[in-house]
């Protein structure tokens, strides 16, 4: 962990001389109202049960272009909840496990695997947490959408975004992507798949919509 801060730290150096001498561009702003346009309501298989929205304080602190979250029931009858964050500053992406704290619930298990998103991928790195608090548990998986590629944890997308400026990318936009499923089972690997199966739907969707490859075409 150390080495890595180590490089981080070097990179960003570096690209703060390089920054010196390169043009400015002026980058497209997304609006929370267009992700809703492109966030759709209605999915095959799963009844739509609610939008998800996040309070004051979280927009303050993460300063998106928008947060757009929907909650739906699966055939399971469990809840399956997805969430997206897009913005082009580092500051929007955050650590999400601080958030899952704060809201009451106890990390049981968290790792990092390859899971199975056919829309964006076979192999998408993603971090799992297995979830428990008062009165329920879940699983929940996320994954980054950075300039470049994506990554399961947000350690590189300061290093990614700053790196798509430096090379003048026309867009140096990243997305979060979270999605939750509640309550969970004794049956940890049928929760994720399950997880997947809702993911792979859900981006599906969404790249239906008329802008939706913003948020699944490849990079």
Known sequence: MLLRIKVAIVLFVIGGVIAMFVPKVEYVSRTEEWMEEQIPKELP?????????????????????????????????????????????????????????????????????DVNVPVVGDKVPATILNLERSGGKAVAMYFYRTPYTLRGSGFMMPVDMTFAKLSGRPSVDGQFFRFLLSPSSNDLEKDIAALEQFADAMLKEVSKAPEGDYFVASK
Not at 55 to 62: E, R, V
Not at 79 to 91: D, P, Q, T
Request: proline share 4%; with cysteine; charged share 20%.
């Open 45 to 113: 298989g799963y009844r739509f049960v609610q939008t998800v929205k996040m309070n004051d304080q979280t927009y303050k602190i993460l300063q998106p272009f928008g947060i757009v979250g929907r909650q739906f029931q699966g055939p399971d009858g469990r809840y399956y909840e997805f969430l997206v964050i897009a913005g082009n500053s580092r500051v929007s992406f955050h650590d999400p496990q601080v958030c899952f704290s704060a809201q009451g619930w106890i990390f049981k298990d968290v790792w990092t695997r």
